[in-house]
């Protein structure tokens, strides 16, 4: 049998230029809407109460581009293709900056796991164990000075506890002035002198740069679990502790209605802006969710739920996008709801 070398060559090099388009990674990353899961299978309380409808857990897909995924991404409306330098910060890896987002969605678990148990009165011990840094801020005065790991313990004279406890005593100086940090590291104990400044585009917003954890254990009853293996950052915070409150308590505040959305929650239940609203509105409509919530930032211009509004406006969907400020709002909303039909 007779081979066609010049086919070959042309199959080869057709091969060659496919595999390329569709397996070679550029130095983007894209962001895409992407799923409105059940969280049901995520959250277990004890012996929890069951429900008619369902909350769900929203997600941004994000991905390293590939030519073709690159091509895409540019000509899809909601699609993000950002320099990868923009999605992972300077002197931190992928695996981790991964690590960093999973600690803040085990923060994000316990801040709801309290907001939903206080809201529903039932059993909770606290026992703060330290406040951590995860990330610096380039071309913010920590850098090179505090490191991710590092356990601030003092202020100052003042004992560090939690986030706030830092947070609060740094907005209250000036900027210009220096600060004295202690830290653990690996269990030597350092201390670093600071020199305040303003964040930029900030101005009334002094700090060093630094992104913090507060560790905290966490008792509860009954037993709450967690499955969100390995789904990262921060926003999934209300739709948790709405979850939480739902199986704890008799009333089912689904009312058979399938329910969406997003927003950082606060040990105080304060509901914080997310990124990728837009997607997260997208995911939760082509799963055929009914409602969704998106923090209104008290109301502000450009807040996230100005752009999940337009954006539902846009696809022409029948969901509700309904603003809250706190994750009393939501419950609220949803105690005075009649049920589904």
């Known amino acids: 049998m007779k081979i066609d070398r010049r086919r070959l060559i042309i199959t080869g090099v057709i091969f060659v230029f496919v595999a390329f388009l569709s397996l070679y990674r550029l130095p983007f990353y894209i962001y895409q809407p992407g799923g409105a899961d059940a969280l049901n299978p995520v959250v277990s309380v004890n012996s929890g109460y069951k429900s008619e409808g369902d909350m769900h857990l929203v997600t941004v897909s994000g991905s390293q581009a590939t030519p073709i995924s690159y091509l895409l991404g540019k000509i899809r409306s909601h699609y993000d293709v950002l320099p990868i330098e923009e999605v992972f910060p300077e002197g931190m890896d992928k695996d981790a900056y991964f690590e960093a987002q999973l600690q803040m969605m085990e923060s994000s678990q316990q801040a709801s796991t309290v907001v939903a148990y206080t809201a529903a009165d039932k059993q909770i011990d606290i026992d703060y164990k330290g406040v951590y840094v995860v990330s610096v801020i380039e071309g913010m005065p920590a850098e090179g000075i505090l490191k991710s790991g590092d356990k601030i313990t003092k202020v100052n004279d003042k004992d560090i506890e939690q986030t706030d406890d830092l947070i609060d005593y740094v907005s209250s100086q000036d900027a210009g002035e220096t600060i004295s940090i202690t830290v653990d590291r690996e269990g030597e104990i350092l201390t670093k002198e600071i020199q305040l400044e303003a964040f930029p585009n900030m101005e009334n917003k002094v700090g060093v740069g630094i992104q913090l954890v507060t560790e905290r254990e966490v008792e509860v009853e009954p037993k709450v679990e967690f499955a969100s293996g390995n789904i990262g950052g921060p926003s999934a915070g209300l739709m948790f502790s709405l979850e939480i409150y739902d199986q704890l308590t008799k009333e089912d505040i689904t009312k058979g209605y399938q329910i969406a959305g997003t927003g950082e929650i606060s040990y105080a239940g304060e509901v ?30 450009g807040s996230n739920y100005q752009i999940a509004r337009e954006t539902a406006e846009e696809i022409g969907t029948d969901m509700k996008v309904i603003p809250v400020d706190t994750f009393q709002d939501a419950l609220n909303y949803l105690q005075q709801l009649e049920a589904k039909s």
């Open 272 to 301: 914080g802006r997310i990124g990728g609203i837009d997607k997260k509105v997208i995911a939760a409509d082509e799963e055929g969710c009914d409602i969704f919530f998106a923090p209104n930032e008290g109301g502000r211009d």
